[in-house]
């Protein structure tokens, strides 16, 4: 049986994600990593703001 796993993240891409979680307006995240992000599924885009999805979430989570 085959399993997906989870994308492999840096840790500037973890780092990103807990910026994000922990404060949405004021994050700095270089461009390359929110369009990664972004295309993963573990952030979007509402009314303007970049926001964690439940993916991003859980991933922050795990810690991994």
Do not use: C, F, W
Request: no cysteine; proline share 6%.
């Amino acid at each position: 049986m085959d399993q997906i796993l989870p994308p492999t993240l840096n840790e500037l891409e973890l780092d990103a994600l807990r910026q994000i979680a922990a404060h949405p307006v004021t994050r700095h995240i270089p461009a390359h990593i929110r369009s990664r992000l972004m295309d993963i599924g573990y952030t979007k885009e509402v009314l303007g703001a970049i926001v964690l999805t439940d993916d991003g979430l859980q991933r922050i989570a795990t810690g991994k």
